[in-house]
């Protein structure tokens, strides 16, 4: 078991790796799955010295609805961004928040500020040296306690459940 997890140190990331590259490059083919997989084995095992701490989900089945409920969230929101930026009428309120973080765990942190920034009109720009506020900026903010009540109740919570911070 040690000989497979030395050769094999975060397999949960070896495995995404995969199939992001098959997914990138479109193809099933014989030479993209064996460079993919050169590729899924090599990283890990060079950046493991890098890695805080073991990847552990507590919750899987959480984890895949939350990253349903992602993908949904980028879909509605690109439409949304792209109802603001071609009404001739609308005028965006832009604004930094700064957004009170309730956990401490490093991985989970990047995982709020990786889905921040994905959703379409949010982005976290940092987070501060203390670990306590990440500072994002809303393109169209009419509310800044609502966003902050939105972002906790539909990420920051399921993230914590899931990374169990």
């Keep these: ?12 990331f070896s495995l995404v790796l995969l199939v992001v590259w098959l997914l990138l490059n479109n193809t099933l083919s014989a030479g993209h799955i064996l460079l993919g997989s050169v590729i899924a084995l090599v990283l890990p095992w060079v950046t493991a010295s890098f890695w805080a701490d073991q990847l552990h989900l507590h919750k899987p089945g959480l984890a895949l609805r939350f990253l349903l409920l992602v993908l949904w969230d980028i879909t509605v929101a690109n439409i949304q961004v792209a109802k603001l930026i071609l009404s001739p009428r609308r005028k965006l309120r832009p604004a930094f928040v700064r957004y009170p973080l309730d956990m401490d765990n490093d991985f989970a942190i990047t995982v709020l500020a990786a889905t921040i920034s994905l959703t379409p009109g949010t982005v976290s720009i940092d987070v501060s040296g ?9 393109l169209d903010v009419d509310d800044e306690a609502a966003l902050i009540a939105e972002i906790k109740s539909r990420y920051e919570a399921p993230i914590k459940e899931i990374f169990g911070c």
């Design 1 to 12: 078991m040690k000989i497979v997890k030395r050769l094999l140190p975060h397999p949960i």
């Design 130 to 138: 203390d670990h306590r506020t990440l500072l994002v900026h809303g």
